[in-house]
């Protein structure tokens, strides 16, 4: 057994979501009584009409891949977005080994790791990113998962849902939220590097008594209480990754890097600003330090930017685009149309830039000056024709059903994509949480209801959902990439970086999106002449087995953990 402070998980994958050849039944150890808070049926429902299904089965994207080119589903995180390296591990592991600590950070854990990982595994402490567990009672799912396979170790959870509930749920709620999880620590800060710290530099049992800023505690009686001590964060500067000191075996050759904290922008749809902070950027120096470190680790070839304002202030942006085009890297990033020229977008793709995601949320200028979009649908139309000119691949990303959008809008949105040439889009109803800033403005657009359950002067959620089912997989010219089973944009970035070219994605995707919303034969998908070329172009690609992905390799197929 190794014996480390940390085992940290980064991100856990609800595998029985979908076919896997590795399982032989859904996992039977469900969390009850959390109730439907934030929808978990309606997303499925959503997830169900974006899906594939082959003999009666569930496919995400990964998996169909998995099962073109393998024949199961036993290899699809070679073809899994969620495969490249999570910032929100990096950056513990980071700050514990600059301290000294050690730990094994795992990237990406199903119920199978861990239990493998059991075995091989001494922790002082468990720590989980909750930030990928989309509904309350999975949190507490993989907590006692935790709790059984290593008994007496403190699992500590963090991450922006949970912010998120403590906001939008009634306290009441969430008293019973906590001590459904039954977690010994849940850390209410997207800036939580001090608490971990304190959390790390401390024995077990004295965790009860600690005193952490924005941070539940579980007591002996089972009870939690809360410090009110200030949660005086570190800057993104004194926490920067040091990618020289993480163990290269566990990084993948795409990863996530953030050039700041938060947003500098206020859109009354999003919660993230109010949920991390203040904007908080970092330095151009220590940019360039983290550019330097991942150059020494060896590892990283192509990095994601993580900003949601990576190109402002465009004075910085400028800075960063010289540093880039100094270190070699391929990259992608969120992009602001509307504070962008022709000669900055050159300079990005001179710089190594492949890709941008586009969170353009409406073609409506009503409708963005509702949302405090600081940006009107002719700033689109310039950004995107400069970015096909220097051969930037766009993905473009809409809300509908926002407060003044019309039914129809997906037809709308439809139109524009392929008329504009976008590469690939996503679009998803509107969600009404209580954290965001129209929440407190609903008055003035007749807003009722929340969540997935609302309605307002110009719409209804029915109506969001069905303009959304109206553009699946019925673009043109550009193609769709579902959220829910592919991970939006991010999983065609993924493909790009594993060799593939622009024209080979779209039509991997295409395929899966034609076969999507229904239930097909194998016999009759093998023999399609689609099948197989979409197989060569994925061959055709450099997919790697992902880090961690042996940890289940001797677990026979159809073997059970429950």
């Known amino acids: 057994m190794e014996s480390v402070d940390v085992l940290l998980v980064s991100y856990f994958e609800d595998v029985d979501r979908f076919h896997n050849d590795l399982v032989s039944g859904p996992w039977t150890e469900r969390a009850s009584g959390f109730g439907g808070v934030t929808g978990g049926r309606v ?3 959503r997830r169900e009409r974006q899906a594939v299904r082959i003999d009666g089965e569930r496919y995400d994207l990964a998996r169909f891949m998995s099962w073109a080119v393998w024949g199961h589903t036993r290899e699809y995180r070679r073809y899994d977005a969620q495969t490249g390296t999570h910032l929100c591990g990096t950056y513990l592991e980071s700050v514990l ?27 002082r402490y468990l720590f989980l990113s909750t930030t990928f567990l ?30 998120e509930y403590s906001k939008t749920v009634p306290p009441a709620v969430f008293t019973h939220y906590l001590q459904g999880w039954g977690a010994d620590a849940v850390v209410l800060s997207a800036r939580a590097e001090a608490q971990s710290l ?50 290269p075996e566990h990084v993948y050759h795409l990863a996530g890097m953030r050039t700041a904290r938060s947003c500098s922008f206020a859109c009354a749809f999003c919660s993230h600003p109010a949920n991390n902070g203040g904007f908080d950027p970092v330095e151009v120096a220590t940019v360039e330090a983290e550019l330097r470190w991942q150059r020494e680790l060896g590892v990283v070839k192509r990095i ?43 300079a990005m793709a001179d710089a190594g830039c492949r890709s941008v995601y586009l969170g ?37 990303n809409f809300v509908f059903g926002f407060p003044g959008e019309q039914p129809d809008c997906g037809e709308r949105t439809l139109q524009w994509v392929d008329d504009h040439g976008i590469d690939f889009y996503c679009a998803s109803p509107f969600y009404c949480s209580p954290a965001t800033p129209v929440w407190g403005r609903r008055g003035g657009f007749g807003l009722t209801g929340r969540y997935w359950g609302w309605r307002h002067d110009t719409m209804d959620a029915h ?12 673009g043109k010219h550009a193609t ?20 593939m070219s622009i024209a080979g994605v779209k039509e991997v995707i295409g395929l899966y999106n034609d076969l999507c919303g229904r239930d097909g034969s194998a016999a009759a998908i093998s023999a399609m002449p689609r099948l197989a070329e979409v197989r060569r172009l994925i061959q055709a690609g450099r997919f790697p087995q992902p880090p961690d992905a042996t940890l289940t390799t001797a677990i026979e197929p159809a073997a059970s953990v429950d």
């Open 43 to 45: 997303q499925d429902a």
């Open 97 to 123: 080994r600059r301290r000294g600590f050690t730990l094994r950070h795992v990237n990406h854990a199903t119920r199978f790791d861990l239990a493998a990982l059991a075995e091989r595994i001494e922790p």
């Open 134 to 163: 989309p509904e309350p009672q999975n949190i507490g799912e993989v907590t006692k998962l935790m709790q059984r396979l290593w008994p007496g170790v403190p699992v500590i959870l963090g991450g922006q849902i949970l912010i």
């Open 198 to 247: 304190a959390i790390v530099s401390s024995e077990p049992d004295q965790l009860p008594k600690l005193q952490l800023p924005v941070t539940w505690l579980r007591q002996a009686d089972g009870s939690y209480t809360c410090s009110d001590a200030p949660d005086r964060a570190p800057t993104v500067d004194e926490t920067a990754v040091h990618w020289h000191l993480l163990d």
């Open 304 to 346: 994601n930017f993580t900003d949601d304002t990576f190109n402002v202030p465009l004075r910085r942006f400028r800075k960063i685009l010289d540093l880039l085009s100094r270190h070699g890297f391929e990259w992608g990033c969120y992009f602001r149309c509307q504070y962008a020229d022709e000669d900055t977008v050159k």
């Open 360 to 396: 353009i949320e409406s073609l409506d200028d009503a409708v963005l000056a509702n949302m405090d979009k600081k940006s009107r649908r002719q700033h689109y139309e310039s950004g995107v024709r400069w970015l096909r000119r220097h051969g930037i691949a766009t993905h473009a």
């Open 463 to 474: 109506q969001a959902m069905a303009a959304e089912a109206s553009v699946i997989g019925a």
């Open 480 to 499: 769709w990439v579902s959220e829910l089973v592919a991970h939006s944009g991010w999983t065609a970035w993924f493909m790009i970086a594993n060799g």
